[in-house]
């Protein structure tokens, strides 16, 4: 990451907060475990979203939340190291205080969030390591947002999905845009269908109905079908099903481009299909919303004092430099880059896989289940702000801008509440592929960025100077972001449960079926808070005899 210029959470170090409530050990034999949990007057149910939201993947994600409340409580809380506070870690960490465990969230930075990092410049403007999006789709952090109480901080977009039409203009010169409508009437798949049908600027009818074809052995062979597609990138299939160039051209370079920040020549189509099929199953599946704030502040914080409220600790600057090991390989400590060590009873890296490949002890490389790391890398992306001087669009919503450097992007002054601004515009605009672009220096990529900005605002920018005025820009560039899917990876993800009794993986490169996103970052950090809670019933995990484990 490029690292943010001010600190967003004020007092970094030491966090923490009151025990969790008093809770009774029975001792009936091993595993003895305390069953009486939450105690009296405790919430025994967590809140669900409204009926008319809930699908059956929402409804999972609700009941795998209540089997934590429910669970048996451990005869005592083990004390779990969680490395990194971005998503996965600041939910493992929630999970595993609702188990009744107390996590240590070690993150090595000043700010929670890592890829939904955001800190302030020095004229108070939100600076963010990406622009980013809720889906309909993603139940578990739906879901998250429904425990901690904030689900109005979601700010839900019309039904849509948007792509600007560069180069092309209104009759009155303003930048053309193609829309797909989902009617709020109708059920999934039926309201996909119907924005396809209703939408013929992109694709003609006879090329969706190819597409459509195409499309078939998906719709009968489902999953299995879905997963078997990762040996093939989205241009393979394409040809493969006999789907016209311009499908691609039109729609999926956009898509390819959204999903992962590549091409759709090196994206797997287990990605597209996997984000097609929660879009036509789900009747909100699409439905895309805003936070109204940066993340740190609105999202990640809540997740953190949820689980000080319970008895966590957030333990800010900790970056950890090597994993110790015990003879028996499992892991007796965590090296600490200031000198110290951090011993607990179990642990769980949350970090980004590049970083976690660096970070394995000689022991653990050979081990198959540590050696497919090697077959995953981080893509780059490069995150850009640009403020101007009066309003370039009225459009509250999120644009795809099929434009060569350029993936999707939002006027955040109109999208997000917290950074409003009704006399100006503030777009953040994601560039990728960004492979030749992230050694260039800000000044280059700004230059290439107004280029493209150009053709999207025909009538707004003027490169004779009129027109609206860049008052100032901000670029982040994020080397290794999320792990690229290229064609075959799927089978290099690692489950959350490790060879290591006492070590778990979470991020959302690990296994999980909601793929390197918000989602499946936070899915993952719930599995990995479930495989350890449950080797805790199990006794499979080696205790430290110590109570208070961790130490500095
Ligand atoms: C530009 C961009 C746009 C995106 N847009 C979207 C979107 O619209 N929708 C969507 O769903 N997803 C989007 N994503 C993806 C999403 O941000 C990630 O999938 C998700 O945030 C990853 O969370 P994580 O917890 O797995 O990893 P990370 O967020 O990377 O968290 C890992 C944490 O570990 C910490 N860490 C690393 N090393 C150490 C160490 N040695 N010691 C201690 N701590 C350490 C890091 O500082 C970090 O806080 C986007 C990502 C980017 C970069």
């Not at 929402?58 to 969680?82: C, G, W, Y």
């Not at 002890?361 to 995953?376: A, I, S, V």
């Not at 001087?389 to 644009?399: E, F, G, I, P």
Request: aromatic share 8%.
């Amino acid at each position: 990451f490029v690292p943010g210029s001010g600190p967003a959470l004020k007092g970094a170090g030491l966090v923490s907060a009151r025990q969790g409530s008093s809770r009774v050990s029975r001792r009936n034999g091993a595993p003895s475990m305390i069953f009486d949990f939450p105690a009296p007057g405790e919430r025994k149910d967590y809140p669900r979203p409204p009926l008319e939201e809930t699908s059956e993947n929402q409804r999972e994600a609700a009941a795998f939340s209540q089997a934590f409340i429910d669970m048996p409580r451990p005869e005592r809380p083990l004390n779990v190291a969680v490395i990194g506070a971005g998503l996965a870690g600041l939910s493992c960490a929630k999970y595993l205080s609702d188990a009744g465990h107390k996590p240590i969230v070690l993150e090595a930075r000043d700010v929670l969030g890592g890829k939904v990092s955001a800190w302030q410049d020095k004229d108070g403007d939100w600076v963010e390591t990406g622009l980013h999006i809720f889906f309909g789709a993603y139940p578990n952090v739906n879901q998250m947002f429904t425990e901690l109480g904030i689900r109005d901080r979601l700010q839900w977009k019309s039904h849509s999905m948007i792509f600007a039409m560069p180069g092309q203009q209104t009759a009155d010169g303003f930048q053309r845009f193609s829309r797909f409508e989902f009617p709020a009437l109708l059920p999934a798949p039926l309201n996909g269908l119907v924005a396809i049908l209703l939408n013929n600027e992109m694709l003609t009818f006879p090329e969706k109905i190819q597409f459509g074809i195409g499309l078939l052995p998906a719709i009968l062979f489902g999953q299995k079908y879905v997963e078997e597609c990762d040996s093939l990138t989205v241009s393979e299939w394409m040809k493969k099903q006999g789907v016209p160039d311009r499908v691609n051209d039109e729609v999926f370079i956009a898509m390819a481009k959204a999903l992962n920040f590549i091409d759709p020549e090196n994206l797997s189509m287990t990605v597209v299909l996997t984000a097609l099929n929660r879009f036509l199953q789900e009747t909100h599946g699409s439905k895309m919303a805003f936070l109204d704030g940066p993340p740190p502040t609105r999202l990640c914080q809540p997740m953190a004092d949820y689980m000080l409220e319970r008895g966590g600790e957030l333990r800010m600057e900790q970056r950890i430099s090597s994993i110790l090991l015990n003879d028996d390989k499992t892991v007796k400590g965590l090296k600490m880059q200031d000198g110290s060590t951090v011993v607990a009873d179990a642990y769980v890296s949350t970090m980004p896989v590049d970083i976690l490949k660096l970070m394995l002890p000689q022991e653990w490389k050979p081990m198959p289940y540590f050696e497919k790391l090697n077959g995953l890398n981080g893509v780059p992306v490069i995150n850009i702000h640009m403020w101007f001087d009066r309003k370039l669009t009225t459009v509250d919503h999120l644009l795809f801008s099929r434009s060569p450097l350029l993936s999707v992007y939002a006027d955040m002054s109109l999208t997000c509440k917290g950074y409003r601004d009704d006399e100006k515009s503030m777009l953040e605009l994601v560039f990728a592929p960004a492979k030749d672009w992230i050694g260039k220096p800000d000044e280059a990529i700004i230059e290439a960025t107004m280029a493209e900005l150009y053709r999207l605002f025909p009538n707004e920018l003027n490169k004779d100077g009129s027109g609206a005025q860049l008052l100032k820009s901000a670029v982040v560039k994020t080397p290794l972001s999320v792990y690229e899917a290229t064609a075959g990876r799927e089978l290099y993800r690692p489950v959350q449960t490790s060879p290591i009794s006492n070590f778990f993986l979470a991020g959302c490169f690990t296994k999980q079926k909601y793929l390197a996103s918000m989602e499946g970052a936070t899915f993952s950090g719930k599995l990995a808070a479930r495989a350890l809670s449950d080797a805790a019933i199990a006794d499979t995990i080696p205790l430290k005899k110590a109570a208070s484990a961790v130490a500095a």
